[in-house]
């Protein structure tokens, strides 16, 4: 949200008029100013129905979990209240504990329509306007980036925000796409690009029936020219406005907010002027003193502060605090720059090069790796309109459970629990507790890794949360994808982000095989801090998934296996048909981008991953008919026996419960493995311990010693190997 203005002596400052006589006259005017407010309506009317049309949905008992009904939160204290109390239904008892959230939802967003409407309010049309003649033109320098998907994309926007009718889609094109352009630069005037400015623009675009790659166009043309502007920013200047960033004063002087100050300029930043800012289709557009007004601080000749604080420059203080806060529990910690030139890792946004700036930032989050740059393929898949980043977290914990996976789905005890009569509905198994019992015996080997990776995938969420609310990605949307633990790390990020109240930074959201829960008032909670889509992608035949999470929360529902129900605007794609496989997500992310017809993909890399998803799926099908390499003989040796999973040190060992938004609690217990293996819960320290009973107390103590011994170099500290 844009910052609280300090309060000064003196007269209140006035913003200059938005004189926009040269592109509209008085009736299209007030026709755009009934839109803006019509858009505004529609948006807060969506955030109160993201909390007033929940309803409790029941699945069949094959097709998903139902969740167990809300629990009263009050004691009554009359009979009356007892009364009262009991004919309240699951959904009244739901949204008992989500009413502050609705009401803090609604204010901010009514902060933010707040400004916007007194924006709105300042355009003025002299001498009844010229119609839309043409006062400035001259050629446009700014680069094409081509966009892969854009008829796909803007029937998606179409579809996911109806047209509202405007006399303003009669007008010429090129008018249409300079109004679109108008209200991108007076947005970005807050200071800020937020969800709600973007969303906003989208509606206007299909309104006006204006193409989405004409307003994705807009924003790659603006992001290059102010990203000119800070430029080769110099670290003792970053240094030293981030020293002044709890001084409003001297933060806002460039805005004209502070009426000592110089006011407003009406002269346009010289990047913008050479890229043609303020005009479209080749020049035609507004003067460059209108520009300047639109864009107001941070469009000016000095506007370094408020540029800077739009790309995150000085916002990234607070978030490597965050990161030292969290070294003790994150071992590794990383954003990695997928386009552009070659990078190892983001250290500072002031480091990121002005021709890789983008307007929107999206984070590709992976859930295991099992090559080395697991944690970077499936993100190739985004397009270059976007500033993508890949996350790099945890790689030792995530190494070893994409090996302790693929080590299982590659054995003979997977193909025979595939064959074993207790191999059923995946929903059964988990209600009865039946499992086959060659998976059971193997379980030793999968389930220490995911213990942990669970573990440090909510830590991270939490620390992907800090540096968001932070504004590590300045004053822009963000939009998160990730697959299996990936997307546990944004289940945790957005529950987190939804207690802090950080509205308005995510955009949109794509959760592959999730496992988190699927009840209503924590998707109702993930909904509200995101304004765009949010998206489950599931695959009811994800048996390995179901085994997983049998030592979770998984009474309230598994979000990979099921979709979910009764909370309004949250889209289900269903990949049951081609995704029997937990290991086969990544090799999907592209396609099933184009089938949600996400804004920007790259079909040239998706195209690419064809061959390989086609290997993959084929060994797959080869193992399940038992056609396996002879060598890899899997888990089953000839004496029948199961081989050792990966052994854990006592330092590497996590907490074992972990907190879901509603309440409720996952507590990650290692099962009986065939009789062989013993389990012990330590209250003291919440720790899972898991061993054999061929294994010696003393065996156990040097194993744990070794690996408590290794060198403090072998490890990685807040993203820097140390």
């Known amino acids: 949200m844009p910052r609280h203005i300090p309060t000064c002596k003196g007269p209140p400052f006035k913003r200059p008029e938005v004189d926009l006589s040269a592109m509209l006259n008085v009736e299209q005017m007030k026709q755009l100013q009934v839109i803006m407010i019509a858009i505004m309506d529609e948006i807060q009317a969506q955030i109160r129905d993201n909390f007033d049309k929940m309803t409790i949905t029941p699945v069949g008992p094959t097709e998903g979990i139902t969740a167990p009904p809300a629990p009263t939160l009050t004691i009554p204290t009359s009979p009356d209240d007892a009364t009262a109390n009991s004919k309240r239904t699951e959904i009244d008892l739901a949204m008992a504990s989500l009413t502050e959230l609705k009401r803090e939802a609604l204010g901010h967003f009514g902060k933010w329509r707040g400004l916007v409407f007194k924006r709105v309010q300042e355009i003025v049309i002299k001498n009844g306007g010229t119609g839309g003649h043409v006062v400035r033109q001259g050629p446009q320098h700014a680069p094409v980036v081509p966009l892969m998907t854009g008829d796909a994309s803007n029937a998606q926007h179409i579809q996911d925000y109806p047209p509202m009718y405007t006399a303003l ?103 913008l002027v050479a890229m043609g800012i303020g005009t479209v289709f080749g020049g035609i557009g507004v003067s460059t003193s209108v520009t300047a007004t639109l864009l107001a601080g941070i469009g000016a000749a000095d506007s370094t502060v408020a540029v800077g604080t739009l790309f995150g420059l000085y916002g990234a203080r607070q978030g490597g605090k965050t990161m030292d806060a969290y070294a003790k529990d994150i071992q590794d910690f990383a954003l990695i720059p997928m386009h552009g030139s070659p990078q190892s890792e983001l250290l500072d946004p002031k480091d990121v090069p002005a021709e890789n700036r983008r307007m929107r930032v999206t984070i590709g989050i992976s859930g295991w790796c099992t090559e080395e740059n697991d944690f970077q393929y499936p993100w190739k898949a985004f397009g270059r309109l976007n500033e993508v980043y890949a996350l790099r977290w945890e790689l030792e914990a995530l190494s070893k459970f994409g090996a302790a996976l693929q080590t299982v789905m590659k054995s003979t005890a997977w193909s025979d629990a595939k064959r074993d009569p207790a191999w059923q509905n995946v929903f059964t198994s988990l209600k009865t507790s039946h499992w086959p019992d060659t998976l059971i015996k193997t379980s030793k080997v999968m389930d220490n890794p995911w213990t942990i990776a669970m573990v440090r995938a909510e830590k991270t969420g939490l620390v992907l949360a800090e540096i968001l609310n932070n504004k590590v990605q300045g004053e822009r949307a963000v939009s998160l994808v990730g697959y299996g633990l990936g997307a546990r790390v944004i289940y945790a990020c957005l529950t987190s982000l939804s207690e802090k109240r950080a509205f308005g930074v995510i955009e949109n959201v794509v959760l592959f095989g999730a496992p988190c829960p699927s009840e209503i008032r924590v998707w109702t909670a993930m909904k509200s801090v995101v304004t765009g889509r949010l998206i489950n992608v599931y695959s009811k035949n994800d048996y390995l998934l179901g085994f997983l999470y049998r030592t979770c929360a998984w009474n309230f529902g598994i979000a990979g296996l099921q979709p979910i129900e009764g909370v309004p605007r949250v889209e289900n794609v269903d990949l049951s048909d081609c995704i029997n496989n937990h290991l086969h997500y990544p090799y999907h992310i592209g396609n099933v981008l184009l089938q949600l017809r996400w804004e920007d993909a790259d079909l040239v890399e998706i195209n690419k991953e064809l061959p390989k998803r086609s290997l993959v799926m084929r060994e797959g099908r080869n193992l399940a008919q038992g056609r396996r390499d002879g060598n890899n003989p899997g888990l089953r040796e000839k004496n029948g026996n199961v081989i050792k999973g990966p052994r854990i040190g006592q330092n590497q060992k996590d907490k074992a419960g972990t907190k879901h938004a509603n309440g409720s609690k996952d507590r990650f217990v290692t099962k009986q493995l065939g009789g062989k293996t013993k389990q012990t819960w330590n209250q003291g320290n919440h720790h899972v311990h898991s061993h054999t009973e061929q294994d010696s107390p003393k065996t156990r103590r040097e194993r744990n010693r070794m690996d408590n011994q290794r060198p403090a170099g072998a490890h990685r500290h807040g993203g820097y190997q140390v």
């Open 169 to 271: 889609c009669n007008l010429p094109k090129e008018k249409r796409a300079l109004i679109l352009h108008t209200m991108l630069l007076m947005l970005l005037g807050l200071d800020q690009y937020s969800t709600y400015s973007r969303i906003a623009l989208i509606k206007l675009a299909t309104a006006m029936e204006v193409p989405t790659y004409v307003l994705l166009q807009d924003e790659y043309r603006v992001s290059q020219a102010l990203a000119q502007i800070i430029k080769g920013i110099s670290a003792d200047e970053v240094a030293q406005k981030r020293a002044e960033e709890g001084k409003p004063t001297k933060r806002w002087r460039s805005n004209g907010n502070n009426p000592g100050g110089p006011g407003i300029s009406d002269v346009l930043a010289e990047p």
